[in-house]
């Protein structure tokens, strides 16, 4: 079992290496933002408030005919807000010191264009499953896309293993440890607990998940991150230096820490990259899933919903626990992961800052498990069918019990394996129909803002716009000889 592990987890180093999906990822997210002309920039207004302007926690109930753009985001972000953004951030520090956290900045940012463009392909291929349910994601746009039915085929595959199975073990251990170390429950108990809620949820389907998400995202986020702001405002003299030592660790970590984490530039880089992708999976090909089946007048619209879920994520969520963890003077170069974030909360609050975090890391991985497993569900349905999602639920179900039980390290590195494997076929369809999007935005910004008739109407499929475009280019054609014929 070690060999394997030791093998996974060199297989692991080179794929999340400087030399594979970093330079890929960070390098479509820069491919998107030039193309895009900086979108999460020039619209983040709009974006903010498209996403809040008319905000409720008790929207339209979810259904056939999918979600509302905000339940859709509240799903995303169920998923991007999980382990990485309590205890990735704390592992990236530990490893690479605080300059990490500016080299995870920056990948968000780029991200963001990148995340953009996954939403708008997640609704451009949208369809219906054989229910009549609206469904969706990168394996229809892989499939319809590029064409390639065996590509689609591994992604979905992949999904289904990284997110119902493997990531969603590793989501339960790490609520379980959480528990077992701040009240003393027994694994068992939690593990039992899990599966009695999750199941809950997952027969509800799609409307019951919806339900969920908008109400529990918005009020997890705001507990976590008012209580890291309490420990800030209390610690109120670090804040600038933490600033300081963030911009400086970027580019010189010893400086910033003394020494006392032995990080060079490089690790600094290589972590906070790795671990921000990780956790705001822009080019990962999960968030589509849910912005898929968004209703939203225009594709535009959702691309820019997945903009501030990834905002909120990385810039807010796992800014804070990084914050606290400076603020609190915990970076100690000895303790990592879950247990530097809890040690930094209790600096902060005393004893019950280890119970604090352990409930918000119940939320966050709960949250993400009823994400992952809403996903993973698309993907089984386009390979086998609805008939076989109850008996997936069950074994997800089974999987999650595993997971609170047991703590292997295996399952951590196949978690990261699977997750970066799904990583290339979808990011191939990104980047090859990235003309699409280009399109889609330009329509967006011709048409649609302008009071104009966009050809991208409220929530259709692509074959509708493209037979629209083929009609007006064979509409202007028409009317260009007409002309002709006149002057002659």
């Known amino acids: 079992m070690d060999n394997l592990t030791q093998i996974v987890a060199d297989i692991n180093s080179i ?39 008319g905000l409720s926690f008790n929207g339209e109930k979810a259904g056939n005919h999918g979600m509302t753009s905000f339940q859709s985001l509240a799903t995303a ?40 463009s996954e939403a708008i392909l997640g609704q451009l291929y949208r369809t219906k499953d054989q229910d009549g349910k609206i469904t969706g994601g990168p394996a229809y746009y892989i499939k319809h896309g590029l064409g390639s039915k065996q590509m689609a085929a591994i992604f979905s595959i992949l999904t289904i293993i990284a997110l119902g199975f493997i990531g969603n073990m590793v989501q339960a251990n790490s609520i379980s440890t959480a528990f077992t170390s701040a ?15 999750a199941g809950f949820i997952f027969i509800g389907g799609i409307r019951r998940i919806a339900a969920f998400t908008e109400k529990l995202v918005p009020l997890m986020a705001s507990i976590y991150v008012l209580g890291a702001v309490y420990i800030m405002l209390i610690n109120f003299d670090m804040i600038i230096p933490t600033f300081k030592n963030i911009f400086v660790g970027a580019f010189d970590p010893s400086a910033a820490t003394g020494g006392i984490i032995g990080a060079t530039i490089k690790e600094a880089i290589r972590y906070g990259v790795a671990r921000g992708l990780f956790s705001n999976e822009a080019g990962m090909g999960s968030t589509p899933h849910a912005h898929a089946i968004a209703r939203v007048k225009h594709p535009v619209e959702q691309g820019l919903a997945a903009i501030i879920g990834l905002f909120i994520d ?26 530097l974030t809890q040690n930094a909360f209790i600096k902060g609050m005393g004893e019950a800052g280890s119970g604090f975090v352990a409930i918000c890391l119940f939320f966050a ?20 069918g609805s008939k076989v999602v109850n008996m997936f639920s069950v074994i997800v179900l089974c999987f999650l019990m595993m997971g609170s039980m047991l703590k292997v390290e295996l399952v951590w590195e196949l978690a990261d394996l699977f997750n970066g494997l799904m990583v290339i076929p979808n990011i191939i369809a990104v980047i090859g129909l990235y003309k699409l999007v280009t399109k889609a935005v330009k329509d967006y910004n011709d048409n649609y803002t302008k009071g104009g008739t966009p050809i991208y109407g409220p929530s ?13 280019r064979f509409s202007h054609k028409a009317k260009r000889n007409n002309q002709h014929e006149k002057t002659h």
């Open 77 to 116: 972000i169920a998923a991007q807000v999980g382990t990485g953004n309590l205890a990735g951030v704390a592992t990236a520090m530990a490893m690479g010191g605080p300059g990490a956290v500016f080299w995870m900045w920056l990948a968000a940012f780029f991200g963001m264009a990148t995340i953009f």
């Open 460 to 472: 259709e499929s692509l074959t509708g716009v493209l037979a629209k475009i083929e009609h007006k």
């Open 365 to 384: 991985a709960f949250s993400t498990i009823v994400g992952w497993y809403f996903f993973a569900v698309q993907n089984v349905k386009y390979l086998f």
């Open 15 to 53: 794929l999340w290496g400087p030399w594979c999906l970093i330079p890929v990822l960070v390098g479509a997210g820069i491919f998107f933002t030039f193309q895009l002309r900086f979108i999460q920039i020039r619209n983040f207004a709009r974006a903010f408030k498209h996403v809040f302007g």
């Open 183 to 197: 009240f003393s429950i027994p694994s068992e108990l939690t593990g039992l607990l899990l599966i009695l809620l």
């Open 314 to 339: 990385t810039f807010v969520v796992l800014t804070a626990t990084a914050l606290v963890i400076m603020v609190t003077n915990s970076l100690d170069g000895k303790t990592t992961g879950i247990m």
